[in-house]
């Protein structure tokens, strides 16, 4: 007992240690989760943005940021927006007290007007900058008339240059106050929603202008600190953005700050440039810019203070975690972290979407399961009750009235129960008839014979009915259940192609691009999806196509070299306008290949034949050749051949086993009509790989491998597809080699010479005397030797699919690159 309370008590202990490890190793993950509520869940860093913004002036004199700042949050945070005013009004009153009183009336003249007309507003988003504009332009004037007394053209221009400030802003607030104040933000920020955010920031530093600590410029600081921040994230190019973006807004602000626009913008491209050195590289270039620009200012004094500036931001830049920069990053595009994201994304769709399949493939499983069950005691047990209902049925029309019923089922049941069972099987097994013997015997036993044996006869038809379509329904569920079967590995296998990643292979790419421009080949650019002997997938961009063939006779052959193996070009894709480029696929080519003859011919000359015929390279690196005779001839009988193909070579491509395939189009061909229509089909499956062949003959003649001097008979029996709905199908493989030659043919060919017993010899030594080993040609001479044996009459439709499987030999050998190997190892 106590050693299952330790037992049961440790996973408890273990996570309690592990939750007080985590507070003790991770405080200031703690401490950010709080921040984080109070400022962006409960809406206060909306008064501290507002506490700025109310203070900062654009040339000296402007404040248009308190409108749009509010009308803003208005929108975006109708709950918040009490904080923001009363920071605005906090930070307009720093100035003087007129900015405050100024502030809060032009903000209640916003929200009168703004819901005076709500009720006529269609797209309160479009509209609302314009009701800024009017409200920052009639209260400048307002203002300007009580200062002045009159209206002058400064007054009128500084009020539309005040409104118009206050429209933009309010765009840009809309734009940028999601991203502060609200914490689950999307993965990615456009490039305009980036900037929109850098303008809220630096428009809020504004506010610091002033500001100063032990003769430091804390807008200074903080203006460095931003830029070194985003160059750090996301590199040269948004650092150089954001620090042309906060030195113009700085500029704007303060004229003292002009030549400081032109720090942060150098500054944020060579920290960007520098950021592979990470935090320290950053900080290089920042000091770099600072000396530079410092040298054309007034003196020591000012380049040692502006150096201290650039050191407490740089200061700043080292004491930000690692989790901000990361999360920050995540949300850029370009960076590595947000890519990450993107993958982890991308991982976890392709995860959710496998288990989907998985689960899907495991429903078709279940569902074949539960039709293929058939267990033997309830086989058995099922036959005895349908003995008894046929023996019930005919005792009660026979023995319900006799006077001896008492006699022979009461006190001689087991007798009386055996003789009419065996009655019974013997009238199945003699079409209905009872032998003389057991007549015999069984007129001794019962007074009515006669009515007993005809009352069973009468029975037996319908019992014989019943089972057959009980046999029936049970070789359906049969079949359906090997489809279901097929169809769940089929999407098992999917699942399994979906959870394989695409490998890194970014060595290797920059080696063959390496290799290629050392041919003076230009790629544009080389994708490397798989490097799996046998199974190569690569793709290029080519630029400046001319369309000579580059591709199989350079390419191709360099890859070859590369990668030890025989590459080929899968496909082409060039483009429409003047062959700028083409986009190629490099596939492993088979190891082994099949060169196709064919000769038909019509009944009687026809145009229409009842024989069709397909050759195909199947996805999962077979080549299917197959041949199916419609019953008969004509239109009617070509229609039904060519359904037959066509549906087969679907089902093939789907990656059901072949077996299953063609039972579900012999399922579909007996049940979609009443008319006598069959089809044969005679179809070849041969590994290109490995030149494996499977055989599966559904009543059609043999096929014949000519191998060397000798010819091999290859023979199935089967019936026509479409006359019975389920059979057995009866696999013959065959081992080819190169060189081989398969010969298949429709009875019409096979059966076709007159005057000949022996078919099967007729056609040996008429392959065995072949003199060409081309499969066109030998596809003709043997239907020309059947035609010639008819004295020029076609008394069936012929058709002849000779094949020749052949090593797969590349029309250009492979290019050695020798600097690649080197590199390589």
């Excluded at 006529?120 to 409200?135: G, Q």
């Excluded at 104040?181 to 929603?193: A, H």
């Excluded at 072949?658 to 399922?667: G, H, Q, Y």
């Amino acid at each position: 007992m106590e050693k299952v309370e330790r037992n049961f008590m440790d996973p408890i202990r273990d996570v309690n240690f592990a939750k007080s490890k985590i507070k003790l190793a991770n405080p200031f993950t703690n401490f950010q989760a709080k921040m984080e509520t109070f400022f962006l869940k409960k809406g206060y860093i909306l008064l501290l943005i507002g506490f700025l913004l109310g203070r900062s002036l654009i040339l000296a004199k402007l404040t248009p940021f308190s409108v749009p700042f509010f009308a803003a949050v208005y929108l975006v945070r109708k709950d918040r927006a009490p904080l923001a005013l009363i920071g605005l009004i906090a930070g307009a009153a720093t100035l003087s007290v007129a900015d405050a009183v100024s502030t809060f009336v032009l903000t209640v003249l916003f929200l009168l007007s703004y819901k005076a007309t709500k009720r006529w507003l269609k797209n309160e988003v479009k509209v609302v900058p314009f009701y800024v504009f009017f409200v920052l332009f009639s209260g400048s004037l307002v203002e300007g008339y009580i200062v002045s007394g009159k209206f002058t053209l400064y007054e009128l221009m500084m009020a539309g240059i005040e409104s118009s400030l206050g429209f933009i802003l309010t765009l840009i607030f809309l734009q940028g106050l999601p991203l502060l104040s609200i914490s689950k933000r999307r993965q990615s920020l456009k490039t305009e929603e980036i900037v929109c955010l850098i303008i809220l920031l630096a428009s809020v530093m504004t506010g610091t202008i002033g500001w100063t600590m032990y003769d430091i410029s804390v807008d200074h600081v903080l203006a460095r600190y931003l830029v070194l921040l985003f160059a750090f994230v996301a590199g040269a190019t948004v650092g150089s953005t954001v620090g042309v973006v906060t030195g113009l807004i700085f500029s704007l602000a303060s004229i003292s700050s002009f030549t400081h626009m032109s720090l942060l913008a150098f500054s944020g491209l060579l920290g960007g440039l520098l950021k592979e050195g990470k935090k320290v590289g950053v900080s290089i270039g920042l000091l770099i810019a600072t000396l530079l620009i410092g040298m054309y200012g007034d003196g020591n004094a000012a380049l040692v203070k502006t150096i201290l500036e650039s050191a407490v931001a740089i200061a700043l830049l080292f004491l930000t975690p690692k989790t901000l920069t990361s999360k920050l990053a995540k949300y850029i595009p370009g960076t590595l972290e947000h890519s990450q994201e993107q993958q982890q994304y991308m991982r976890k769709m392709r995860d959710v979407t496998s288990q989907r399949v998985a689960q899907f493939s495991h429903v078709f499983q279940a569902l074949s399961n539960s039709f293929n069950h058939q267990s033997e005691p309830t086989e058995w047990n099922e036959t005895d009750r349908e003995l008894d209902y046929f023996l019930s049925n005919v005792t009660e029309k026979t023995c319900q009235l006799c006077h001896r019923k008492e006699q022979c089922w009461t006190r001689n049941f087991n007798e009386t129960y055996e003789f009419m069972k065996e009655i019974m099987l013997d009238m199945e097994q003699k079409g209905g008839e009872v032998s003389q013997k057991l007549y015999r015997e069984w007129g001794v036993h019962c007074v009515k014979p006669k009515k007993v044996v005809e009352a069973m006869q009468q029975e037996l038809t319908y019992y014989q009915a019943n089972q057959k379509l009980k046999r029936q329904v049970k070789e359906s569920r049969k079949l359906v259940a090997d489809q279901l079967l097929g169809v769940s590995e089929i999407m098992g296998n999917f699942a399994k192609e979906i959870q394989r990643e695409r490998e890194n292979h970014h060595k290797q790419e920059e080696l063959i691009l390496e290799a290629m421009q050392d041919f003076g080949i230009e790629i544009e650019q080389v994708e490397i999806y798989s490097l799996e002997q046998g199974n190569v997938d690569i793709d290029m961009t080519i630029p400046d196509y001319q369309g000579h063939g580059e591709c199989e006779k350079l390419i191709a052959p360099i890859l070859s070299d590369i990668l030890g193996e025989t590459i080929i070009v899968n496909s082409e894709e060039i483009s429409p306008f003047g062959h700028d480029y083409c986009h190629v696929t490099f596939r492993s080519a088979k190891a082994y290949s099949i060169e196709v003859g064919v000769a038909h011919a019509a009944k009687d000359g026809g145009l229409i034949s009842g024989d069709s015929y397909s050759t195909t390279e199947l996805g999962c690196g077979k080549y299917a050749i197959a041949i199916s005779d419609g019953m008969g001839n004509g239109e009617r009988a070509h229609i039904e051949s060519q359904e037959t193909l066509q549906l087969l070579e679907k089902i093939l491509q789907s990656g059901i086993e072949e077996r299953v395939a063609i039972k579900s189009v012999n399922s579909v061909l007996s049940l979609r009509t009443t008319d006598e229509i069959f089809s044969t089909l005679d179809l070849a499956m041969v590994d290109l790989q490995n030149a494996s062949a499977k055989f599966l003959k559904i009543g059609s003649t043999p096929s014949f491998v000519k191998r060397g001097n000798k010819v091999l008979k290859i023979q199935a029996s089967n019936l026509p597809m479409g006359i019975i709905e389920d059979f057995e199908v009866d696999v013959v493989s065959e081992q080819l080699r190169a060189g081989d030659l398969l010969i298949m043919m429709s009875d019409g060919v096979f059966e076709g010479p007159k005057h000949v017993e022996n078919h099967d010899l007729w056609m040996k030594r008429k392959i065995k005397e072949l003199k060409t080993e081309e499969p066109q040609g030998i596809a003709d001479v043997i239907m020309e030797e059947v035609i010639r044996s008819r004295s020029g009459y076609i008394d069936d439709d012929m058709t002849v699919v000779v094949a020749k499987v052949k090593h797969n030999t590349p029309k250009w050998a492979s290019i050695p690159v020798p600097q690649f190997k080197q590199k390589a190892n």
